[in-house]
């Protein structure tokens, strides 16, 4: 059977067609119509119309543009039932993973850990990678503050550093595969911490740090001494280093030559006095500016500001006081809610129970009206059937008495009042701040 294309205009001769004629598919099909403009061959299919036109690849155009190479190519390689990208594909894609996910960015926040869902928590767990000031302090970072805070786990990616504890480094921390373990914050004078006592390991030494920011050698081999004080040599002599940066006039470091204090213990007077006195020597102090000066290629050492640094501890204090305030301020609000909460379901109790019992009764009401009327129903059909009919009939019960009326409880059901949510932990109070004297004035 020949296909019905439709008939819309007369069909222009083929010897006069001309490019004006035929730019509408309407035209078109006017002019198929007509099978005998074309040496009336008959067109039953697409394909037979492609072969007269002469191109059996022509295909219908879309809305969105005619296809180019390699659109098909993409089509194919879309895998079959392909979705969103969800947990499973993406996890099956990094299962897979054979080379580094590539993030051009001067900070980025790896992973976001938001604990907020559960109950009692407030806090978010971050971890990234960040930089200090250049490409050459670039460090991964753990924490639960945003990038510019509260990192409390830190490794320095190009000495392998690492730092627990405050959110700023000390100077030079960078270098040195230094493990340092923070506590408040990091005092340039030492490269170490303030406001508490800790555990600090500088290239293979550990440290102590009080509270007076005093750091102490606990393994006792500091190769920073004077050449004099050493009889093994720097690394091999027991030499304990103390370094005071609250120390009057410049801050003070001391060095004990500790295997040099036992030896001498056990000569005799004679023997002291033919020994010199810089043999005889076990303890040096200098200020930080001369051990600076003699030691120029290390890190320098910096006096510490005792009142800057009680003046940044009366600040933290005060805002711990304050965060404190404002939770009381806040918990004196939400128990004032939580009473007027309490008032209003202790109104609104009783409304609902007996709103409930008025239900209750209503229900049974039309429950025990049914009943009757089903009864009174199969009554007046015995009476009908005793009338048309000889046979014997069982005579059905005789209904009770219509139950009384029972009015619905009055308008909607009661709820009861949002309830205020929950008061976030209660902060501990600091206490009393006690500005303290430089134990070294």
Do not use: C
């Amino acid at each position: 059977m020949t296909m019905s294309i439709g008939y819309v205009a007369p069909p222009v001769p083929l010897a006069n067609l001309s490019d004006a004629d035929l730019d509408t598919m309407a035209e078109l099909q006017a002019l198929v119509a007509d099978a005998t403009v074309l040496d009336t061959t008959a067109i039953d299919t697409i394909a037979e119309l492609n072969t007269i036109i002469g191109d059996a690849t022509i295909q219908v155009q879309p809305a969105e543009g005619a296809f180019v190479d390699g659109d098909k190519t993409k089509l194919n390689d879309i895998e079959t039932a392909a979705d969103v990208t969800d947990f499973t594909n993406v996890n099956a894609a990094l299962a897979a993973a054979t080379s580094a996910v590539t993030i051009k960015s001067s900070t980025v926040d790896l992973l976001k850990l938001d604990r907020t869902a559960n109950a009692d928590v407030d806090d978010i767990v971050y971890m990234g990678v960040s930089a200090l000031s250049s490409s050459a302090n670039d460090y991964f970072w753990i924490g639960n503050g945003t990038p510019s805070a509260n990192r409390h786990l830190r490794l320095l990616l190009n000495s392998g550093s690492l730092m627990q504890g405050a959110a700023s480094l000390p100077s030079g921390g960078a270098s040195g595969g230094k493990i340092l373990v923070q506590g408040d914050s990091v005092t340039a004078a030492t490269g170490v911490v303030t406001n508490t006592s800790v555990l600090q390991s500088i290239a293979g030494e550990q440290w102590v740090v009080n509270d007076s920011d005093t750091a102490t050698q606990i393994s006792p081999h500091s190769k920073r001494a004077p050449s004099t004080m050493y009889d093994l040599g720097p690394g091999i002599d027991q030499m304990r280093e103390t370094r005071i940066p609250h120390f009057p006039n410049g801050g003070k470091v001391i060095y004990v030559a500790e295997d040099r204090r036992a030896r001498l213990a056990e000569l005799t007077v004679g023997q002291l006095n033919q020994l010199t006195p810089g043999q005889r020597q076990t303890i040096h102090e200098e200020t930080f500016a001369e051990r600076n000066a003699r030691l120029p290629e290390l890190e320098p050492l910096i006096v510490g500001d005792w009142e800057a640094q009680q003046d940044s501890e009366e600040a933290d204090h005060n805002n711990k006081v304050a965060n404190k305030s404002n939770y009381d301020a806040e918990k004196s609000t939400h128990d004032s809610a939580m009473s007027d909460y309490q008032a209003a379901v202790d109104t609104i109790t009783p409304l609902i129970e007996d709103w409930d019992t008025k239900d209750k009764a209503y229900k049974t009401y039309l429950k025990s009206l049914d009943q009757w009327e089903a009864d009174l129903f199969a009554r007046d059909r015995w009476e009908q059937l005793t009338k048309k009919a000889k046979k014997e009939v069982r005579e059905p019960e005789q209904p009770g008495s219509k139950p009384s009326t029972v009015n619905p409880p009055a308008g909607k059901r009661p709820e009861l009042p949002y309830k205020p949510a929950e008061l976030r932990a209660d902060p501990e109070h600091p206490g009393d701040f006690k500005r303290r004297a430089n134990p070294f004035v």
